[in-house]
């Protein structure tokens, strides 16, 4: 067989293709965008198995189709909608296509990773023509057959057929195609003739999900297997000086108590950290137990005497030192458009606001846990992680290991939020198994979860306009956080380009408090500042707030600045949608309306809150959202997205909050962390921009315009400002319903 060398974008996404003893054909891909091109197709292709491929086609005889997806799934879905754009080109039977699990696979594939809302976004391209390559395989295996042009058949639901009526399936030709050389020009369907792009279809897992199924990295077992529970110092700037397990070992089904923690602090040491290893130098106390209860009661036996390390830090202080930082000259200029100064020197009005922003937890629902045996010869990890390949690579440095030795399975993840995306339970995992020379699954409980991290920074904002003349002339923004600053093109969002004279600029404390990526990062509390703010500066222009917003994208419409990230025509258009089907200012009397728009992820969403007050507390009846990713793959699971945004994006905004004294967390599970209830939660409506461009990310941005337009609505409603959050703190209610 032949294999031609393109770009990453082209049929080198076709790696393997193999012939099954029981005479059906694996045909594999790269179901990412970027397949790395040295990978070779096997000599004899059918001295193979099956077990020599993770991400492939896979055809039997009587037509059925199984497809690998390689991603990490944590709820996205993309386990389905990829495959989705696959079976599109490939022209399956979607009734007949079955979905699997890949393994890693850092030889044939990169980018496995879930984070950034950016899997559709990266391979659509990618996808189609390998399923167009699959299918032209085929044609041609039955064109040779009937000794005919392939030109002339035509092909529906995995059914090849030819001018004389007569039909052959895929299973049908699987073996004869396998034998051919890979087409190198595919012609891909027009969009106007897709058959399962842009259909709703049902979560691929959803039956093993609703019966209970063993999906997920906690429902894993393994022979030998036993069950580890960490226990971790209490406060950060913590570390261990001294324990005695002698109660702990007496707990019923406990093996073992043991110490870890000299494979991180040499790997803390050696220079070759990754942002995903977000790791203390501290011993750890381990309790080794027969199951997860006894592993458990084990740790709260333990005597434990730990010290401080470093400064043990409190949210008291920390609202000072970010005060302190928006006030000082040390910031750093992110971006920086015309002359700010002299817009504030000249303006008619300057307004000035704060907005407020706590830690956060990401509270998943299934607990951190992951499984590691190591033996001399191997590594075998298996679990819920968001970056299979960082965890990898570092369990091999940690270990002294040969990254080929490392074989890692993804199982379906119980949430992420980008908790999962930092691989501290799967090197604790593997730094365990090594010491006690067992297979061992690492399980943590909710207080696990919520006190030793990683959290979303607290953040604070201070954006100050000028007015002149009825327009906005002058826009800065200043960012201070615990631990790191907004990622690098956030600048260059909405409003940049827009307002004549802008600048962006950052500052943050370095803490001993882990933090890290929370869903949507920076801009889940930043759109709501912006966005809050932005309504106020409506007010004070006495024009309305979607118009002000409509106004300010004409000046960025036609702009040649590359560095803009976002669409001023795209973004109005949304705008002009989600106007129309909330009824924006024209609800009944009593009904206040709350708007707010945000470009993330390279997605355009407008919301509308709608609030009603009942004894004076402000009730959410609906959000009504419209977005622009491109063309939506599965509308199902776009909706689901966007919905669980909007939700996650208002809990948090209204109600959640975490604080640290002494560097202890103060609070430790849900009997006192507070989420958003079930009978909290509004209707929430969804509206896509039709278009036929390429599709963005979901994931995430629906989260960030949640709590603007929420925000805006409580001051329609009530007429005070939201600048804290959460909100039920400013407005001293112990509960806002839905």
């Known amino acids: 067989m032949k294999l031609h060398k393109k770009d990453n974008f082209s049929r080198r996404n076709f790696l393997k293709t193999s012939v099954l003893a029981s005479g059906g054909m694996l045909i594999g891909f790269n179901l990412l965008s970027a397949c790395k091109p040295e990978a070779k197709m096997p000599v004899d292709i059918e001295s193979l198995n099956f077990n020599d491929f993770n991400a492939f086609i896979k055809i039997s005889n009587d037509g059925y189709v199984t497809l690998f997806s390689p991603n990490p799934e944590i709820g996205q879905g993309v386990k389905t909608s990829m495959p989705m754009i696959i079976a599109e080109e490939l022209e399956a039977d979607w009734s007949k296509v079955t979905v699997a699990q890949g393994i890693l696979d850092t030889k044939n594939y990169r980018r496995q990773l879930a984070g950034g809302s950016q899997s559709i976004r990266s391979s659509f391209t990618a996808l189609r023509e390998t399923g167009a390559t699959a299918k032209q395989m085929l044609v041609n295996a039955a064109a040779a057959k009937w000794k005919v042009d392939a030109s002339t058949l035509k092909v529906s639901k995995g059914i090849i057929t030819n001018q004389n009526g007569e039909i052959l399936d895929y299973g049908a030709v699987v073996k004869e195609a396998a034998l051919l050389e890979v087409p190198e020009n595919v012609k891909l369907k027009e969009i106007k003739d897709f058959t399962i792009i842009g259909k709703d279809a049902t979560n691929v897992d959803v039956d093993k999900i609703i019966t209970g199924k063993p999906l997920f990295g906690i429902d894993y077992k393994a ?158 990890l298996v679990g819920p992680v968001q970056t299979p390949e960082y965890a990898a690579a570092v369990v091999a440095d940690l270990l002294d290991f040969d990254l080929e030795k490392v074989h890692l399975e993804m199982t379906r993840m119980g949430g992420g939020f980008g908790r999962r995306l930092y691989g501290d339970f799967v090197y604790e995992a593997a730094e365990i198994s090594n010491a006690i020379k067992k297979p061992v699954k690492l399980v943590s409980t909710r207080e696990d979860d919520m006190t030793t991290g990683v959290y979303k920074p607290s953040v604070k904002y201070r954006i100050k306009a000028a007015l002149k003349d009825g327009k906005v002339t002058g826009y800065n923004l200043k960012e201070a956080a615990i631990g790191s600053n907004m990622y690098g093109s956030i600048p260059n969002f909405f409003p940049a380009g827009c307002i004549p004279n802008y600048k962006v600029e950052t500052g943050n404390y370095k803490s001993n408090i882990t933090t890290g990526a929370w869903r949507a990062p920076y801009t889940n509390f930043l759109a709501f500042a912006e966005q809050s703010f932005f309504d106020e500066l409506a007010s004070e222009l006495n024009i309305d707030t979607i118009q002000l917003r409509l106004d300010l994208l004409q000046n960025v419409k036609n702009t040649k600045d590359k560095s803009i990230q976002y669409s001023g025509q795209r973004m109005e258009d949304t705008i002009k949608l989600v106007r129309e089907k909330a009824n924006w200012g024209k609800t009944p009397e009593g009904t206040y309306q709350g708007f707010a728009a945000y470009y993330s992820h390279n997605t355009h969403v407008a919301e509308v809150a709608d609030i009603i007050l009942k004894n004076g507390i402000p009730v959410i009846k609906k959000v009504t959202v419209a977005v622009d990713c491109g063309i939506v793959v599965n509308p199902t699971g776009a909706r689901n997205q966007v919905e669980g945004g909007v939700i996650d994006g208002i809990g948090h905004a209204m109600y959640s909050d975490f604080s640290f004294k002494d560097g202890k967390p103060e609070f430790k599970n849900f009997d006192k962390y507070r989420l958003i209830r079930m009978q909290e939660t509004p209707k929430v409506e969804v509206h896509f921009v039709e278009n036929n461009l390429s599709p963005t990310g979901l994931g995430e941005p629906g989260l960030p315009p949640a709590g603007g337009a929420v925000a805006n609505a409580i001051n329609a409603a009530l007429g005070k400002r939201m600048y804290s959050q959460p909100f039920i703190k400013q407005l001293k209610k112990s509960s806002i319903l839905g």
């Not at 002698?246 to 870890?260: M, P, S």
């Not at 920390?318 to 700010?340: C, F, S, V, Y």
């Not at 303006?347 to 956060?360: H, I, Q, T």
Request: proline fraction near 3%; aromatic fraction near 8%; glycine fraction near 6%.
């Open 223 to 380: 022979e030998g297997m036993v069950i580890a529970s960490v226990l971790r110092p209490p406060a950060f700037g913590q570390k261990l000086e001294s324990f005695n397990a002698d109660e702990a070992k007496k707990v019923k089904g406990v093996i073992d108590v043991v110490t870890i923690g000299d494979k991180v602090r040499k790997y803390n040491k050696s220079g070759k950290r990754n942002w995903t290893f977000v790791m203390s130098d501290t011993d750890k106390v381990v309790v080794i137990a027969e199951n997860t209860w006894a592993a458990i009661k084990g740790k709260k036996a333990l005597s434990v005497v730990w010290k401080d390390a470093s400064k043990l830090e409190s949210t008291e202080n920390h609202h000072k030192i970010l005060t302190a930082i928006l006030d000082g000259k040390n910031l750093n200029t992110r971006r920086e458009d015309g002359n700010i100064e002299k817009a504030f020197i000249t303006a008619d009005k300057v307004v000035e606001r704060d907005y407020n922003s706590p830690f956060l937890p990401h509270n998943c629902m299934e607990p951190m846990n992951f499984y590691a045996n190591v033996t001399a010869e191997k590594i075998h």
